[in-house]
């Protein structure tokens, strides 16, 4: 989903403080857990990597956060998001 319209939602509603957060991986991790992990190698296709190659470049100019997957545990990562989601005071 394009970074600029997941920005737009919370400016909508009203939601004055949010932070938006890319996930992202390389594309050979990528490749390897839909084709491997997911069984699912239809989707490793140029497209998908210009897309995600796109979304990195969305992020980059916008000033968003990027939480790159490619060497991290989905528990790692799970972690990483939560700290995001809770202040480090209210932690």
Known sequence: ???VFVREGPLVAGIGEARVILV???DATRTRRLV???AQPELATATMMTWAA???REAEAGGYDVLDTSQLSLKCCVARVCAELVPADRG
């Open 24 to 26: 992202d991986c390389d």
């Open 54 to 56: 796109f979304l990195r």
């Open 36 to 38: 491997i992990d997911r």
């Open 1 to 3: 989903m394009r970074l």
